[in-house]
């Protein structure tokens, strides 16, 4: 298994550009989120998803889209890239969503606004 | 208003000895805490997590410990080895239906030989 994988690696944008990042599992697993972390911050959930087709907004969704058409698949999109949005961005999993499911985190993805 | 605060940015120990991690969270609903662990360039991984059932959870070297009357919990890492140098996550469910995972601001910890 390669778990949680996270395209790119590091991201720079202008202000105003719009972007997609990736994130895939392949553990068949029913939950899928997006978190930002910046610096002297915990991770601050974005938005999730808790099966294909169902996505709901987390504590800082302002300025993302998300949509889950597959099991496997759950891309974060920068509608207009703002030097708010730099931040390092991770995409998590778990086998079912709730409580006691232990969330499965990819490598992350950097990225810079200017 | 951070719901779940680790008051403590960095802590440093000696090799062989006891690291403990605090945490400390203010809304009564969070029913079950994680721990996560996070190397530089890398994701966190998770670690060791306890329900609001217990007040204990043990799994080798790591212990979480749960006070619910103080809304506290600390993670002991005993003995620390230097490959626990790492920044540490407290983190909350807050019960059924909840989806969303509250994480404090973390702990380095660096263990030096």
């Known amino acids: 298994n390669a778990g949680v994988t996270q395209t790119p690696k590091f991201q720079v944008l202008k202000t105003g550009q719009s972007m997609t990042l990736q994130c895939a599992q392949d553990?068949?697993?029913?939950?899928m989120s997006w978190y930002r972390q910046d610096p002297g911050m915990g991770l601050r959930l974005i938005h999730y998803s808790v099966g294909a087709g169902i996505t709901d907004q987390g504590e800082v969704p302002n300025g993302y889209n998300v949509s889950r058409s597959t099991t496997e698949d759950f891309p974060l999109r920068l509608l207009s890239a703002a030097p708010s949005q730099t931040s390092v961005y991770f995409c998590a999993s778990s086998y079912s969503a709730g409580a006691h499911y232990e969330q499965y985190f990819g490598p992350g993805t950097r990225l810079t606004v200017t | 208003d951070q719901q779940v605060k680790q008051n403590s940015p960095s802590l440093s120990v000696q090799e062989g000895r006891i690291s403990i991690l605090n945490c400390d969270y203010t809304n009564s609903m969070f029913d079950y805490f994680l721990w996560y662990k996070k190397y530089p360039a890398e994701g966190p991984t998770f670690l060791i997590s306890?329900?609001?059932?217990?007040d204990k959870n043990e799994d080798g070297r790591f212990t979480v410990f749960l006070n619910k009357s103080a809304k506290h919990l600390s993670l002991h890492i005993v003995p620390s080895q230097p490959g626990d140098s790492a920044v540490y996550f407290c983190?909350?469910?807050?019960?059924?239906?909840?989806?969303?995972?509250?994480f404090g601001k973390g702990t380095k910890l660096s263990v030096i030989p």
């Open positions: 306890i329900s609001s059932i217990k």
């Open positions: 983190a909350a469910y807050s019960g059924a239906g909840s989806y969303q995972l509250t």
């Open positions: 553990m068949n697993h029913e939950y």
